[in-house]
């Protein structure tokens, strides 16, 4: 089996402060690993995927990842968080099969950046 | 291009009626999968399809049908729907690493 763990429900950080969203997985043999953003009554926005090579991960709006195999995590960082980041933030993961693409997502984070 | 697309948007129910979610893709991914919503669960699989003619259970599929006659659609059926249905809707397709996502459906069963 799967899963993902988001442990910390809300995440506050202030405006230009930097911003981590922390994700632990498990699944079997090597994973596939994503990062999806929700803001308000809109559907999932892909942010980053860790498939293989380099262990950090660059994606969209400015956020990074960091894949560390021996603790089994995933943690999403943006170097200087705007308010305009303030949203639900999913973890995912699957397992690196080329015919199985069913991913499990942990709780989400949600992330509130004051002014 | 459309992508993933979903109907209904909205939709309110009473307990034990009926209702099919429609769910379409003009990628031509033969994988598709429906998932749930709910506050502090993340999203969960209802059913998943990786290619015409082929169905397969998820972690939640109970109270939930699906079908895919075609490539393009794969519609999720409620047969009785329960206030524990209540929920958003996530329909996705899929072809190597990515996965695309649709607008969602909101559920509202009273």
């Known amino acids: 089996a799967q899963s993902v763990a988001q442990p910390e429900d809300q995440v506050n950080v202030a405006e230009g402060n930097p911003l981590t969203v922390k994700c632990t997985y498990s699944v079997s043999g090597n994973p596939y690993l994503f990062w999806y953003v929700q803001y308000p009554n809109r559907g999932l926005q892909f942010l980053l995927k860790?498939?293989?090579?380099?262990?950090l991960v660059k994606g969209s709006y400015g956020f990074e990842a960091e894949f560390n195999k021996s603790q089994t995590s995933f943690h999403l960082k943006k170097p200087s968080a705007l308010v305009s980041d303030s949203a639900l933030y999913f973890c995912?993961?699957?397992?690196?099969?080329?015919?199985?693409?069913?991913?499990?997502f942990g709780a989400g984070t949600t992330v509130t950046v004051r002014a | 291009n459309a992508g993933v697309t979903q109907t209904p948007k909205f939709q309110v129910l009473k307990t034990g009626q009926s209702m099919t979610l429609q769910c379409a893709q003009d990628m031509n991914h033969e994988y598709m999968s429906w998932y749930r919503q709910d506050p502090g669960m993340g999203l969960r699989l209802i059913h998943y399809s990786v290619g015409a003619g082929i169905t397969d259970q998820g972690e939640v599929p109970n109270g939930y049908n699906v079908s895919r006659s075609t490539t393009e659609d794969f519609p999720l059926r409620l047969l009785s729907a329960a206030p524990s249905q209540t929920s958003v809707y996530f329909c996705a397709s899929a072809r190597g690493n990515e996965q695309f996502f649709g607008p969602g459906t909101r559920l509202t069963v009273l």
């Open positions: 995912a993961v699957r397992a690196a099969r080329s015919n199985d693409y069913k991913l499990s």
């Open positions: 860790y498939i293989t090579g380099d262990n």
